[in-house]
């Protein structure tokens, strides 16, 4: 059974920088693309960033795009993400998941294993 594990999460203020991280297990990670989602109190989840199989493929939201970096370590079967000038309204829980395919894609719905969420507060 896949599972995905996201940590990094925290309360942090505006400007700063976080890097979360999420272990993947019980899937073939190195043929899979991972995503990062996020939602906040009230409003839908958000598609944040996307990153293809080997690496070499990566799509970001608007909202953080030139701000934030996905990354994947596939003998770790580690994924990654980092976002920089952190603003409050990055506020929202982040999720971790994994793709039904090998490219790099930004739609919920190819998505089959979600993890559990991690907080991230932005606030003064």
């Known amino acids: 059974q896949a599972r995905l594990a996201e940590s990094g999460g925290g309360l942090v203020q505006p400007g700063d920088s976080l890097s979360l991280s999420c272990v993947v297990s019980?899937?073939?990670?190195?043929?899979?693309?991972m995503g990062w989602f996020r939602q906040a109190p009230g409003k839908e989840r958000e598609f944040v960033a996307t990153i293809g199989w080997n690496g070499q493929h990566k799509y970001y939201a608007d909202s953080v795009k030139g701000r934030s970096t996905i990354s994947r370590d596939n003998a770790e079967n580690t994924v990654y993400m980092r976002i920089d000038s952190l603003k409050p309204e990055d506020t929202a829980v982040y999720y971790c998941?994994?793709?039904?395919?090998?490219?790099?894609?930004?739609?919920?719905?190819?998505?089959?294993?979600w993890g559990q969420g991690t907080q991230v507060t932005v606030s003064s």
């Open positions: 019980g899937l073939t990670f190195n043929r899979t693309a």
């Open positions: 998941a994994a793709s039904k395919t090998a490219v790099a894609v930004h739609v919920p719905s190819l998505y089959e294993v």
